[in-house]
């Protein structure tokens, strides 16, 4: 035997005998096809590993881009629960002035336009007041609050707004407070 096959025990030799007869190029193909088949599958698994983190990472890429969106977008709404407040004292103190004494109409004038301006300014930035005039009770915007017997409206209508409702955007930042007509007892 050469050097050079003591190296390299794989490489056939023709003619040289094998332990049971067969030559070095017989017995290699089966365990060669064993060999691609296994390579193949291996391939197609690390493929698909491929693409399910590819997958994965722009899922996670447009799960940021949408947080950081959102962020920006709703970035105020602490600051506009906490002005909600604000908002409700300015209309409260129109609605107590008298509306027939001498002396309180240009005090009346100046907090009516400065409750304009503050909703203005809040729907500037996407805070816009929930719609309760002639509308039936919905459940992700209004709050019952009680129920009034009543035949001028219809069951579930809303009878009155007791505190304003707001959303930022399309999602709801305070729901409005809100007394609900029932049907009148028949009975009473």
Do not use: C, W
Request: proline share 4%; aromatic share 2%; net charge negative.
């Amino acid at each position: 035997m050469t050097e050079d096959t003591e190296l390299h025990p794989d490489s056939t030799m023709t003619g040289a005998p094998d332990g049971d007869g067969a030559n070095a190029a017989e017995t290699g193909a089966p365990d060669l096809a064993a060999d691609i088949v296994r390579l193949n599958d291996e391939v197609v698994s690390l493929k698909d590993r491929l693409l399910r983190a590819a997958a994965e990472t722009e899922n996670v890429r447009r799960r940021l881009e949408r947080e950081k969106t959102d962020a920006s977008t709703y970035a105020v709404t602490g600051f506009a629960r906490d002005i909600l407040g604000v908002a409700d004292n300015l209309a409260r103190a129109v609605a107590a002035l008298p509306a027939d004494a001498p002396g309180f109409d240009a005090v009346k004038t100046g907090i009516a336009a400065t409750e304009r301006e503050l909703t203005t300014v809040l729907g500037r930035h996407g805070v816009t007041r929930v719609v309760t005039d002639g509308a039936k009770l919905d459940p992700n915007k209004h709050q019952a609050m009680l129920e009034v017997e009543t035949d001028a409206h219809e069951p579930g209508a809303i009878v009155a707004e007791l505190q304003a409702g707001y959303t930022i955007k399309d999602r709801l930042l305070r729901p409005a407070l809100v007394s609900v007509a029932k049907k009148a007892d028949a009975a009473a």
